[in-house]
């Protein structure tokens, strides 16, 4: 697979990284262990090698399993990990505070089955611990050879810029597709003025993009989506049009949706890397495949048409999950 610089950092990565959240959390029941360390290391196979955890992800039973799968690979992958929430419960509130993110790192390396890791990312901002003294938290475990790569997830251009000044960030992740583009105004032009790579999570719209999800869907219980008013069946009736437009592009590119998804993500800057997440091999390896995947500017043309065209239905988050991001 081709790989891709985050920013002027020097960390390359694969086009497409893993997300692995879903294995374990998020989209109902957990995958079966072997199934799941199974398909990590297919990923690694094909020519990924960056994966996505974070210890709130179970808690704590994706960083192992990740861990597990690709501790026979050692450095040739790059793991990515969190820290940022009390307790690694995303309901219990934010908590960055320095004591915090050294007991987290501790935590996360044994469970990962590393001596360092690789990219550590904020998960959410702490609006009670100043991001200059979280920045300084994460340079020196940098310092200490704990850590390699400082990140944020959902920061708001304000912190990004603060928290840059004390320490670089190498990447910021943050949910951005065909679907949610509010990145674009303000956030990706800091990131390019910066030189910081950008890891959109959800970037096939939590499966939406991928047309395999209509108004009559049903979701397992646990299902994230199930809380989620764009997945409420008026606002998947109502956004049906987009993918009915992708899909007919992606038909004319002998492609598929989830296809044209990626490469148009992949062809907005080249330190944009996607971290599609999936249990199912098939998908891994189509999500995959869409890493050589070249639209003509016309094919371009025709996709920010047809968004142009269409106005998205539903929040992407609850109220209670909204509050938390960062502006």
Not at 205 to 211: A, D, H, N, Q, V
Request: aromatic share 6%; net charge neutral; hydrophobic share 45%.
């Amino acid at each position: 697979m081709n790989r891709r610089m985050l920013g002027t950092s020097g960390l390359e990565v694969s086009a497409i990284g893993l997300g692995c959240m879903g294995l374990s959390t998020g989209y109902g029941p957990p995958t079966d262990r072997d199934e799941a360390i199974a398909l990590i290391r297919r990923a690694v196979e094909l020519g990924v090698t960056l994966f996505d955890t974070a210890e709130v992800y179970g808690p704590f039973t994706n960083e192992s399993l990740v861990g597990e799968a690709l501790q026979p690979f050692g450095d040739a992958v790059v793991i990515a990990t969190k820290f940022g929430f009390e307790n690694a419960d995303a309901r219990a509130g934010v908590d960055s505070r320095p004591a915090t993110i050294r007991a987290v790192c501790e935590a996360s390396l044994k469970r990962l089955r590393r001596d360092v890791i690789d990219l550590f990312y904020q998960h959410r901002v702490d609006p009670a611990v100043p991001i200059e003294e979280v920045a300084q938290t994460v340079g020196a475990l940098i310092r200490e050879g704990k850590v390699r790569h400082f990140g944020l997830s959902e920061a708001g251009v304000a912190t990004i810029r603060r928290a840059h000044a004390v320490q670089r960030v190498t990447a910021l992740q943050s949910e951005y597709s065909l679907w949610w583009r509010e990145p674009e105004a303000a956030i990706l032009p800091v990131l390019a003025e910066l030189g910081i790579g950008f890891v959109p999570f959800s970037p096939l719209g939590r499966g939406f993009l991928t047309g395999t999800i209509d108004a009559a869907t049903s979701f397992a219980p646990g299902d994230f989506r199930t809380i989620v008013p764009r997945f409420a069946p008026d606002a998947r009736r109502a956004n049906q049009a987009l993918v009915e437009r992708l899909t007919a592009i992606a038909r004319r590119l002998g492609v598929t949706p989830a296809q044209v998804a990626l490469a148009w993500l992949l062809a907005r800057a080249p330190w944009i890397v996607p971290i599609p997440g999936t249990t199912r091999r098939h998908r891994l390896e189509e999500n995959v495949a869409a890493a050589s995947i070249v639209l003509a500017e016309a094919d371009r043309q025709a996709i920010d048409a047809a968004l142009a065209a269409i106005a998205i239905t539903g929040e992407r988050y609850p109220p209670a999950l909204a509050a938390r991001i960062d502006r």
